[in-house]
């Protein structure tokens, strides 16, 4: 199903960016963005003789420069500013070079005129630190997804804001509003974002609702069961430390500062819907990012090569595999003793694998493993209903020898 776009312009200009990649497919992108291939090279065509102009009637990029008189330019740097009321001097610089200005002052300089100009706030308390830092080396190896909000609306309910980050490049994939935080909604708004953009290998999410569990005895849930059997692992950070979840972090604080602090009265999920689209579209394209060495997050995004299947694939596995069915209470039945697995797993079916030890057997979930066993540790009383899916919290950062979840070119499960 193609992705609803809430903004036009926002859409023809992410389909120019990917369709002048090295080694973009035009067929597979278009159909991605659920339009014909003759519109796909019509809007390449216009992109190329006339830039941003050619993709709307109105350009956005000024057609004169009026930077006669350092007067002119102080007016310039201004009226940018009062557009984006939250960037500094470095961020505007960075944006007039782009807009192809000539001319343009030093960014000290421009601090200057936006304090003479009384348009600088008191400086804040620097950041506590240092922080162990991390990224992972390509687009799409690991996204952060988050709640932000809610917000009051002026009609009825309120707002929560459902946001994608990809870790590498930081170019943000959603900004969604939505009308609660239930798995349902969320799987929703994924699909539409797996469409579009292709399926992650890991999604980082914090402890809370719906993504994580309040089980210990099992870490998975509804929304991470089905991202398992699209290929994709749920992580999450630990518990009461958001600092893990940093880039994720920054974005919302961007969000609150640019968006939710500039509007007073949100009427409905229609009008957040929108300002949120302009916000995502200049995120991405055209403000500078410091940590991208003064770039936007679009120069370093391309989407995944693994497309969003039209149907869940089936689970596979090995022929000596032991399989069974979960029960409704997210139990097992294995050599004559009950496990308890999850009730995210129930209806669906688990592989018991033996290991190389004597003994040991390896649970999987298609070509996850989720757990494990030991019977030379079990005595008869602890085995009934034993948790093989214990709640843990693996850490972000990125490791040479992690195993790749799948083939970059395969949209099918690999088995492990």
Not at 54 to 62: D, I, V, W, Y
Not at 172 to 187: F, G, H, I, M
Not at 270 to 292: D, I
Not at 324 to 339: D, M, P, S
């Amino acid at each position: 199903m193609p992705w609803q776009v809430k903004e036009l312009f926002t859409m023809k200009r992410e389909f120019v960016m990917f369709a002048q990649q090295e080694g973009s497919n035009m067929a597979e992108l278009c159909r991605r963005f659920g339009i014909s291939r003759v519109c796909g090279y019509k809007w390449l065509r216009a992109f190329r003789e006339d830039g941003d102009s050619g993709l709307e009637q109105r350009s956005r990029r000024p057609r004169s420069h009026p930077l006669q008189t350092a007067q002119a330019m102080e007016r310039v740097v201004l009226e940018l500013r009062a557009q984006h009321p939250a960037w500094g001097g470095r961020k505007l610089k960075r944006r007039l070079e782009r807009l192809g200005f000539e001319g343009v002052p030093a960014a000290s300089t421009i601090t200057e005129i936006l304090r003479r100009h009384g348009q600088l706030g008191q400086p804040g308390l620097e950041a506590q630190g240092p922080w162990q830092r991390f990224e992972y080396q390509a687009p799409n190896q690991l996204w952060q997804m988050d709640f932000k909000g809610p917000l009051k609306l002026v009609d009825t309910g309120r707002c929560e804001i459902l946001t994608l980050l990809d870790d590498h490049s930081r170019y943000s994939l959603a900004v969604e509003a939505c009308a609660n935080q239930r798995a349902q909604t969320v799987k929703g708004r994924l699909r539409e974002v797996f469409g579009r953009y292709g399926l992650p290998e890991r999604i980082l999410s914090d402890n809370g609702s719906p993504w994580g569990s309040a089980e210990a005895a099992c870490p998975y849930t509804e929304l991470g069961v089905w991202l398992l059997r699209l290929g994709v692992e749920l992580i999450h950070g630990r518990p009461y430390h958001p600092q893990t979840q940093g880039k994720q972090e920054r974005f919302h604080g961007s969000l609150q500062v640019e968006v939710l602090n500039q509007s007073t009265a949100w009427r409905d999920l229609e009008h957040c819907q929108k300002r949120f689209s302009q916000f995502r579209n200049c995120y991405n394209h055209e403000r500078p990012h410091e940590a991208l060495q003064m770039q936007v997050p679009a120069s370093r995004y391309r989407p995944s090569l693994r497309a969003m299947p039209e149907n869940l694939p089936a689970l596979e596995y090995l022929a000596q595999d032991q399989v069974r069915r979960v029960k409704t209470k997210g139990e097992v039945k294995f050599k004559g003793q009950l496990f308890y697995v999850g009730q995210a797993f129930a209806g669906l079916d688990v592989a018991f694998r033996q290991s190389a030890q004597e003994n040991r057997w390896e649970l999987f979930f298609g070509w996850k493993r989720i757990g494990g066993l030991d019977f030379k540790e079990l005595s008869q009383t602890d085995c009934y209903r034993m948790a093989l899916c214990r709640k843990t919290s693996p850490p972000p950062t990125p490791s040479a020898d992690a195993p790749t979840l799948l083939k970059a070119s395969s949209a099918t499960l690999q088995r492990p």
